[in-house]
Nanobody, 122 residues
Framework: QVQLVESGGGLVQTGGSLRLSCTASGSIGYVNSMAWYRQTSGKERESVATIFFLTDTTNYADSVKGRFTISRDNAKNTVDLLMDSLKPEDTAVYYC???????????????WGQGTQVTVSS
């Protein structure tokens, strides 16, 4: 089994900062990438930021470029999302995603955290 545990959500004023953290644990053989997604009521879940563990390559949604920074700790299977200059439109439930191969399993699978609420007040 694999578990993703998120932390760091909360309420912040416009222009403020928050840091989200996510740790993957369990029978992990190889992590390809970890990412943060977000979702608001009535909308589809959207990708916010992704980091690939082998190359350290990062991808960001256009709406967060220059404000959000994703980083990882390979040894701990942890990914952080530093969110600066937050705007009310960043309000959402943020979900951690891991694309990884479990020990003894020959293919990659996606796993999700339970979600953490981020609310940005105007």
């Amino acid at each position: 089994q694999v578990q993703l545990v998120e932390s760091g959500g909360g309420l912040v004023q416009t222009g403020g900062s928050l840091r989200l953290s996510c740790t993957a644990s369990g029978s992990i053989g190889y992590v390809n990438s970890m990412a943060w997604y977000r979702q608001t009521s009535g909308k589809e879940r959207e990708s916010v930021a992704t980091i690939f563990f082998l190359t350290d390559t990062t991808n960001y949604a256009d709406s967060v470029k220059g404000r959000f920074t994703i980083s990882r700790d390979n040894a701990k299977n942890t990914v952080d999302l530093l969110m600066d200059s937050l705007k009310p439109e960043d309000t959402a439930v943020y979900y951690c995603n891991a694309n990884l191969r479990r020990t003894g399993i020959p293919y990659l699978q996606d796993y999700w955290g339970q979600g953490t609420q981020v609310t940005v007040s105007s």
